[in-house]
């Protein structure tokens, strides 16, 4: 596997997946403040512009450090900036990944129903790699709002030189849920279901490079 700073811009028919870095902070700094996104992810919420800046500037550290994958999502045609996308959680055998995604409130559901298979065939027929999961909140309502103690490790620690993913600051679930998660939730579940993901318990979903490897959506 060649080192991960190459890996960039990858393209859609619609949409190109950059560094973070080269989209509008503000913009990034929207999607890192919203509440319903981040429950998703299991991450605490970027209080200020500066968090998000420093979030964007330690996740770059892990590109170079060969430990994750993050992209943000922009219009091809118009630079718009749609949401981000990430790969991270390698096995030490670089074979397994964790995927997470996150956009904004604006963002049409077409943006990853083109996104997520072209990154999902990036990591199998690129990366070389065997299986991805993505980790959401469990649909039960009472839960809605916590995810297992290894998921919400979700901000990226520059003091930490034994980080090993894009996000690594352990952080506390929100104390409300809001009030659209149950929503969203359900909608990434059909996404990935649409995409072959399996649920394999009540918190993660895992999609196998064969499933897909004579799926034209996923051939990159």
Known sequence: MAH??????????HYQLDWPTLFRLKDVHALRADATQAALSGRALDATIEDTARYVNQSMQLVMGDRSLLYGIGDRATGAFCGSICLWQFD???TEAQLRFEVLERTPAAVMAEVLPR????AFFELGLKRLRVVLPPETAAAQSVLPPETAAAEPAAT???????DQTATEPEATTPADLPAANAAARALLAANHFVAVD????VLTRDTVADDPAFRF
């Open 4 to 13: 991960f700073e190459k890996y960039h811009p990858l393209l859609s028919a």
């Open 160 to 166: 930490n030189a034994a980080a090993t993913t894009a």
């Open 202 to 205: 009540a918190t993660t979903l």
């Open 92 to 94: 030490a055998e670089k």
């Open 119 to 122: 990154v999902a065939g990036f």
